[in-house]
């Protein structure tokens, strides 16, 4: 397939965190219902369903998926006081989305590797989906990065299972005050286009900075966010 970008591992994760900070200044100092707002935000759903693909590759290529799974446990209580700072100015039971990831790698492995039958693990994931709403980008992520492991090799069932999750997403357009607040949410959709066309498949360097940046970056980020959204806002 020809790429319109070749953008290895490491320059895509570096492509969506600057969409999530985009999306983040955006709740922080942008309304939502504006043009501006919703521009912003339609790149900020770049980032929560690519990270639930990432999530499911590295799965998929990891040699320790406890020290993976240990390695976002950590960094989702890390993020927790930050977010919840960010989101309500007082810290608060709601945790980032480092910790729906961290769910959704909890999935992913009870899904492929839980000695159990197909109704427990069924019910497994319902039980991971109900404790992600307490994240960011909850459910979902869970769903894109299941869903994308079990048919990674099956880029027509995989991208079809992904547009219908999405569907779902997007059914809050419905209830939106106006009508367009949430049109933003179609961005999603912009996901596989994003993938299929401009991921090469490659891993990029093995440097170590590559591996922690985002998971150093996403904390401080909002703690830097927070202060100066209720810095402004007091």
Same mark, same amino acid.
């Given at each position: 397939?020809?790429? *319109?970008? =070749?953008? !290895?591992?490491?320059?895509?994760?570096?492509?969506? #965190?600057?969409?999530?900070? #985009?999306?983040? #200044?955006?709740?922080?100092?942008?309304?939502?219902?504006? %043009? %501006?707002?919703?521009?912003?935000?339609?790149?900020?759903?770049?980032?929560?369903?690519?990270?639930?693909?990432?999530?499911?590759?590295?799965?998929?290529?990891?040699? !320790?998926?406890?020290?993976?799974? /240990?390695?976002?446990?950590?960094?989702?209580? +890390?993020? &927790?006081?930050?977010?919840?700072?960010?989101? $309500?100015?007082?810290?608060?039971?709601?945790?980032?989305? #480092?910790?729906? *990831?961290? /769910? =959704?790698? /909890?999935?992913?492995?009870?899904?492929?590797?839980?000695?159990?039958?197909?109704?427990?693990?069924? @019910?497994?994931?319902?039980?991971?989906?109900? *404790?992600?709403?307490?994240?960011? &980008?909850?459910?979902?992520?869970?769903?894109?990065?299941?869903?994308?492991?079990?048919?990674?090799?099956?880029?027509?069932?995989?991208?079809?299972?992904?547009?219908? +999750?999405?569907?779902?997403?997007?059914?809050?357009?419905?209830?939106? !005050?106006?009508? &367009?607040?949430?049109?933003?949410?179609?961005?999603?959709?912009?996901?596989?286009? @994003?993938?299929?066309?401009? $991921?090469?498949?490659?891993?990029?360097?093995?440097?170590?900075?590559?591996? &922690?940046?985002?998971?150093?970056?996403?904390?401080?980020? /909002?703690?830097?966010?927070?202060? %100066?959204?209720? *810095?402004?806002?007091?």
């Amino acid at each position: 397939m020809t790429k *319109l970008l =070749s953008l !290895n591992r490491n320059q895509l994760k570096y492509l969506v #965190i600057v969409a999530m900070l #985009i999306d983040h #200044i955006a709740w922080a100092f942008v309304p939502t219902a504006s %043009l %501006l707002g919703q521009v912003m935000h339609f790149i900020g759903r770049l980032t929560g369903p690519t990270m639930a693909y990432f999530v499911a590759e590295g799965y998929h290529y990891t040699r !320790n998926v406890k020290k993976y799974v /240990l390695r976002l446990g950590i960094f989702a209580l +890390i993020s &927790w006081i930050p977010f919840s700072y960010f989101e $309500y100015g007082k810290i608060g039971l709601q945790f980032g989305v #480092i910790y729906t *990831l961290f /769910l =959704s790698l /909890l999935g992913i492995w009870l899904w492929d590797k839980g000695n159990c039958a197909k109704p427990v693990k069924i @019910l497994g994931i319902i039980g991971l989906c109900i *404790l992600s709403l307490f994240g960011d &980008w909850p459910i979902f992520d869970v769903l894109y990065a299941l869903f994308l492991f079990v048919y990674r090799n099956s880029p027509k069932d995989k991208w079809m299972a992904f547009c219908i +999750i999405t569907l779902f997403c997007c059914a809050d357009i419905f209830f939106a !005050n106006p009508w &367009w607040g949430a049109l933003f949410q179609f961005g999603i959709f912009m996901v596989p286009l @994003l993938i299929q066309f401009c $991921y090469n498949g490659e891993s990029g360097s093995k440097k170590p900075v590559h591996k &922690w940046f985002f998971y150093v970056f996403y904390p401080a980020h /909002l703690l830097v966010l927070g202060l %100066l959204k209720w *810095l402004v806002l007091a």
